[in-house]
C-alpha cells in the first residue's frame, strides 16, 4: 500500500504532496521534508531505496523533479519505482513533455490525475489512457454548464 | 447535455480532436496550465512568487498576507466562479506549505455543490485534501455525494463514488450503501469500476459488512471489463491479508486470469513496456502468495501458472524483473516445489550479479527468501558478492545484506554474524535502525549461542555497544537468559560484573543487570 507521494524540486521545494495514510499523530509537513532531505543527499550511483521509519521510500529523478514514494515495509520496491514511471509517462502525454511549471500551474489536474491512478493508497488505474480519459473528457467540456 | 456526456465518453479520442480543433475557448498555453482556461494576472503572480520564495520568513510573510486577501475576497457576497476557483487552489498550495487554512473549508464544499463540473471537481479535490470523514464539514458533503450520485451525467456520478472513500465515515455507509450497490449494474466499466472501490471502502471501516458485500465482489470478479476485475482484485487482496481461510476457493480464478494474461489476452492497451499488464501480474502473485502460504492444496494449483511466469521472465526490462521479483517471493512463501525453487536460484543470481544498484538491491533480498529453501551451497556461492555488498557505500544496500546475515546465522557462524551487526551499530547514529539491529542481535544471542560463556560476554558488549538503544523487552530477554542459566554462567557473570562495574562511563541497562546479577548470587 503506498502511504504518501511527493513530488518535489532539486531545492527540496514540494511541489505536490499527497497522503494516504490517515494517521492524526504524523504531522505532514515534517515528515515530508525529512524525507526530502533523506532523498536529496543520496547521489546517483546509489539504489533507489531506503527506509524511513516504519516506510519505504522509493524515489526517482526526472531532471530537476524528484518523484518520492513512502510505501509499507513489505511493498514491490521495483514495481513503486515502475509507477512512478508510469505516472510521469501519463503527466508527459497530458501536458506534452511536463516540467516543474505544468506542475505548479496544472496542480490541480496532476492530484486528477494522480487520483484516477490511485485509489484509497492502492495503484489501481495502470492503463495510460483510461487514467487520462475522465480528465480529458473534463477538460473538453467541464467549463460548460 | 446529459446526452452528450455519454455519447461522449464512447467516442473520446474522435470528439476530443474535433474539440481541440475548433476550440479558442480553452486556451492551452503550457504556461498557465490546462483547461480552466487563462490563469488570472493575480493566480500567476501567486505561483511565480511562491517559486521564488528563498527563505521561510519570506514565505511566511507571503502567505499570511494571501490568507488575509483570500478572507476578504471569500467574504463578499459576489465572487465569480473563476475567483472562487483560484483561492480553493491558492487554499491548496498553502495547506500544502504547511499552513492550516481552516477558513476556506466551506468554500470547497459551496464549490463541490454548487459549481459546474469543472468547478465541483476541484471542490471535491480541495476538500479532500483539506479534510477528512472525521470533520463536520464530511457531514454537509455527504448530501452532495449522494445527489450526484443518482445524477445522469456520468461525470458526476464518478466523482461522487470517488468522494466516498475519503468522506463516508462508518456510521454513514449504511446510508449510502444501496445507491453505491445499484451503480454496480451501471453499463458504464469505469462506474461499475468506481463502486466496486466505494464498497471496499466501506468494508475496511466496517469489517462486518463483508457477510452483505460478498455477492457483489464475488461477481465483480467475473466483469467482462478488466477494470472492474482489477479494482476488486485489490479489495481481496486486502480481505486475504486479513482472513486467508476465507477465500483459497479464489485460487483457480486467480490462477486462470494469470494464465489469460500471460497469454496476452488482454487489449494492447494494457500493455507497458511490451510486458502484458505487469502490476496486474503483481497483485495476483501477492494475493497468491498470501492464500497458498503453508497450504499444500492451495499452492499445488498455482505451480503451473508460476512455471508460466518464470519462464516469461527477463533480466533485460525493469518492470519485468518487478514481476519476477514478485513471482520468486511467491514461490518461496507457499509450498515449494523443487523446480520453481530452482528457477527462482537461477534469477537470484543474475539480480544479486547485476551492477545496478536496484537489481543488486533486490538480489540481497531475494536470497534472503530463498535460504530457507535450499542448501547454504547457494549462498555460499555469491559469498563473495555478498561480502562485497557489507562495505558497500549504499546504505541502503549494507543494511539489506545485515538482513540477510542475520537469516544465515547458526551455531558455527553467529560470532562473526554478531561482530559485524555491532559493527553497523556502533557506526548507525539513526535511532530506528539502531534498535532493530539490537533487537537481532539479541534474537541471534537467544537463539544460536554455542556457549554460555559465548552468551555473557555477547550480552555485556552488546549493552556496551549500544547503550540505551537496547529496548526493554530486550533487556528483560536478556535478564532472562541470565536467570536461567546454570551455576558455571552465574559465577562467571558475577566475575564479569564485578570487574565492569568498577569502571566510569556504563550505560544504563548494563548497570542495573550488573547490580541485579551481583544482588541474586550473593548468596
Known amino acids: ?145 | 447535455m446529459s446526452d452528450i456526456m455519454q455519447k461522449t465518453f464512447a467516442a473520446l479520442p474522435g470528439l476530443l480532436q474535433q474539440s481541440m480543433a475548433m476550440s479558442s475557448s480553452i486556451p492551452q498555453t503550457k504556461s498557465t496550465g490546462v483547461g480552466i482556461g487563462v490563469a488570472s494576472i493575480n493566480f500567476q503572480t501567486f505561483i511565480q512568487t511562491v517559486r521564488n520564495i528563498k527563505s521561510k520568513y519570506e514565505e511566511e510573510l507571503f502567505v499570511n498576507n494571501e490568507l488575509m486577501e483570500m478572507k476578504q475576497q471569500l467574504c463578499q457576497a459576489t465572487i465569480l466562479p473563476v475567483q472562487m476557483n483560484e483561492n480553493v487552489m491558492k487554499m491548496i498550495y498553502c495547506e500544502m506549505l504547511g499552513y492550516q487554512v481552516p477558513f476556506a473549508y466551506i468554500h470547497a464544499v459551496n464549490l463541490a455543490q454548487k459549481g459546474t463540473l469543472n468547478n465541483k471537481r476541484i471542490g471535491y479535490l480541495a476538500a479532500s485534501l483539506c479534510f477528512d470523514e472525521d470533520n463536520e464539514l464530511a457531514l454537509l458533503l455527504v448530501n452532495t455525494i449522494q445527489r450526484d450520485m443518482s445524477s445522469t451525467n456520468v461525470l458526476e456520478v464518478c466523482m461522487a463514488l470517488n468522494a466516498c472513500t475519503y468522506f463516508i465515515s462508518a456510521d454513514l455507509a449504511p446510508l449510502i450503501l444501496p445507491i453505491v450497490q445499484d451503480k454496480l449494474k451501471h453499463e458504464k466499466a469505469v462506474v461499475r469500476k468506481k463502486a466496486v472501490l466505494a464498497l471496499g471502502s466501506f468494508q475496511k471501516q466496517n469489517p462486518s459488512l463483508l457477510l452483505h458485500l460478498q455477492p457483489n465482489f464475488r461477481q465483480a470478479m467475473g466483469d467482462k471489463d478488466t477494470r472492474v476485475m482489477e479494482a476488486t482484485l485489490s479489495v481481496y487482496h486486502r480481505l486475504a491479508q486479513d482472513d486467508p481461510t476465507k477465500f483459497k476457493d479464489l485460487v483457480p480464478a486467480l490462477c486462470h486470469i494469470l494464465d489469460q494474461v500471460l497469454d496476452n489476452r488482454l487489449p494492447t492497451s494494457y500493455e507497458y513496456h511490451s510486458v502484458a499488464a505487469p502490476w496486474l501480474q503483481i497483485r495476483l502473485l501477492k494475493i497468491m502468495a498470501i492464500l497458498g502460504a503453508e497450504d499444500q492444496k492451495s499452492s499445488e494449483q498455482m505451480y503451473v501458472v508460476l512455471r508460466k511466469v518464470m519462464l516469461r521472465s527477463s533480466v533485460n526490462q525493469s518492470i519485468a524483473n518487478a514481476v519476477t521479483y514478485e513471482a520468486i517471493r511467491t514461490i518461496t512463501t507457499i509450498v515449494p516445489s523443487a523446480d520453481l525453487v530452482n528457477a527462482a536460484v537461477k534469477c537470484v543470481g543474475s539480480f544479486v550479479l547485476s551492477r545496478t544498484s536496484n537489481l543488486r538491491y533486490l538480489g540481497i533480498k531475494t536470497l534472503s527468501f530463498i535460504l530457507p529453501h535450499v542448501q547454504s551451497t547457494c549462498a555460499q556461492e555469491h559469498q563473495a558478492v555478498v561480502l562485497e555488498c557489507l562495505d558497500h557505500p549504499d546504505d541502503s544496500i549494507r543494511r539489506m545484506t545485515l538482513e540477510l546475515l542475520r537469516k544465515m546465522a547458526n551455531r558455527s557462524n553467529v560470532n562473526t554474524v554478531c561482530q559485524k551487526l555491532n559493527e553497523h551499530l556502533a557506526m548507525t547514529t539513526d535511532m530506528h535502525q539502531r534498535s532493530r539491529l539490537c533487537a537481532s542481535i539479541c534474537e541471534l544471542i537467544g537463539r544460536h549461542a554455542p556457549s554460555d560463556e559465548w552468551r555473557l560476554r555477547a550480552i555485556n558488549y552488546l549493552l556496551l555497544t549500544a547503550g540505551d538503544a537496547v529496548a526493554g523487552g530486550d533487556v528483560e530477554t536478556l535478564r532472562r537468559m541470565l536467570r536461567h542459566g546454570d551455576d558455571e554462567l552465574r559465577t562467571m557473570a558475577v566475575t564479569e560484573y564485578a570487574r565492569l562495574l568498577g569502571k566510569d562511563g556504563l550505560p544504563t541497562h548494563l548497570i542495573r543487570i550488573g547490580v541485579w546479577e551481583r544482588k541474586n548470587n550473593k548468596e
Open chain 1, 1 to 145: 500500500m503506498l502511504k504518501f507521494l511527493l513530488i518535489v524540486n532539486k531545492q527540496g521545494h514540494l511541489r505536490l504532496s499527497k497522503f494516504w495514510c490517515h494517521d492524526k499523530t504524523v504531522n505532514k509537513t515534517v515528515l515530508a521534508s525529512d524525507v526530502i532531505r533523506n532523498c536529496l543527499c543520496r547521489d546517483e550511483k546509489q539504489c533507489s531505496f531506503l527506509d524511513y521509519k516504519d516506510f519505504k521510500i522509493i524515489y526517482r529523478r526526472y531532471a530537476t523533479l524528484y518523484f518520492l514514494i513512502g510505501a509499507d515495509k513489505d511493498e514491490n520496491e521495483l514495481a513503486v519505482y515502475e509507477f512512478i514511471h508510469n505516472f510521469v509517462e501519463v503527466l508527459n502525454k497530458y501536458f506534452k513533455k511536463v516540467c516543474e511549471l505544468d506542475v505548479m500551474y496544472g496542480l490541480e489536474r496532476v492530484h486528477l490525475i494522480l487520483d484516477e491512478m490511485v485509489s484509497d493508497g492502492e495503484a489501481i488505474e495502470m492503463n495510460q489512457s483510461f487514467a487520462l480519459a475522465p480528465v480529458q473528457v473534463l477538460d473538453a467540456f467541464g467549463h460548460r454548464r
